[in-house]
C-alpha cells in the first residue's frame, strides 16, 4: 500500500525567512496531495491542494511542487510570520484508493 | 454553519471501561474516518466508513469498534480490550475518496 515519508520532523525559522517541507509517496498511482495545518489542541485544516495533473499551485504565501517522476512534493512557506508556527501533515490518495494516507507531520516553529 | 463535531472535548475513563466518543457531520459527506494521535506523532487510521452500514479497519482497529447507522453519525467505542486508550481522538469526513478532508476539533481521552 500507500507510504508517506515526510522531513524535516521539526523546524525552526526565523520570521521573514522561508520554510520548506518535503514528502515522498511510494504509490505511483496516487494523484491527489493535500497539505494540513494543525495548531496545538486543534483538528487538522486543510491549507493547499495539488492534483497530479498541476506541477505547482500557489496561494500567496503557501505554495506547493509536485513531481511525479521522482514521486515527491513540497510545501513552501514564504515571508514566515509566528502564526504560521503548527504541525504540518502532507498526504496523498488515489481515485480508487479508500483512505488518505498522511505524513508523520513536521513541526513548525517560528521564532519572532 | 455546516462543519463536523465531535463531542466531549475531554473524557475520562476508568481502567476495565468501554466508553464512546460522538462525531457528527452536516456536511452531507459519504466517507468518515477515526484517526488517533499520540504526542508527536502523526495520524494512525483506526476505522473509516465509506458508507452508511459498512466500515473498514484501519491500521490499528484492535481495541476499538464503530458503527455507521446514519450518514451523518460515526460513533467511535474505546473498549476495555484496547490497552493504551489515553490518546487524542480525530474525527474526518470527505465527499468522497480523494477530496479534502473536514476535521472536528477532536476528543483528548484519558484513563484514570
Known amino acids: 500500500g500507500e507510504n508517506v515519508e515526510q522531513h524535516p520532523s521539526t523546524l525552526s525559522v526565523q520570521e521573514g525567512d522561508s520554510a520548506v517541507i518535503k514528502c515522498t509517496y511510494s504509490d505511483s498511482a496516487s494523484n491527489y496531495f493535500p497539505w494540513y495545518k494543525q495548531e496545538l489542541g486543534k483538528g487538522p485544516q486543510l491549507i493547499i491542494d495539488i492534483r497530479s495533473n498541476v506541477g505547482e499551485k500557489k496561494d500567496q504565501r503557501i505554495a506547493v511542487t509536485l513531481n511525479k517522476t521522482a514521486k515527491h512534493f513540497s510545501l513552501h512557506i514564504t515571508e514566515t510570520q509566528p502564526e504560521d508556527s503548527a504541525v504540518y501533515f502532507c498526504?496523498?490518495?488515489?481515485?480508487?484508493?479508500?483512505?488518505?494516507?498522511f505524513g508523520p507531520g513536521t513541526s513548525l516553529s517560528v521564532i519572532p | 454553519d455546516g462543519g463536523i463535531t465531535q463531542s466531549p472535548k475531554y473524557l475520562f475513563r476508568k481502567e476495565g471501561q468501554n466508553v464512546t466518543l460522538s462525531c457528527e457531520q452536516n456536511l452531507n459527506h459519504d466517507a468518515m474516518y477515526w484517526y488517533r494521535q499520540d504526542p508527536g506523532q502523526g495520524l494512525r487510521l483506526i476505522y473509516y466508513?465509506?458508507?452508511?452500514?459498512?466500515?473498514q479497519k484501519g491500521d490499528i482497529a484492535e481495541g476499538y469498534s464503530v458503527s455507521r447507522e446514519k450518514k451523518e453519525s460515526f460513533p467511535l467505542t474505546v473498549t476495555s480490550a484496547q490497552k493504551n486508550p489515553t490518546a487524542f481522538y480525530l474525527c474526518?469526513?470527505?465527499?468522497?475518496?480523494?477530496?479534502?478532508?473536514?476535521f472536528g476539533q477532536g476528543t483528548r481521552l484519558t484513563v484514570v
Open positions: 498526504a496523498a490518495s488515489k481515485t480508487s484508493y479508500d483512505k488518505v494516507i
Open positions: 474526518a469526513s470527505t465527499a468522497t475518496v480523494n477530496t479534502e478532508a473536514f
Open positions: 466508513s465509506q458508507i452508511v452500514n459498512d466500515f
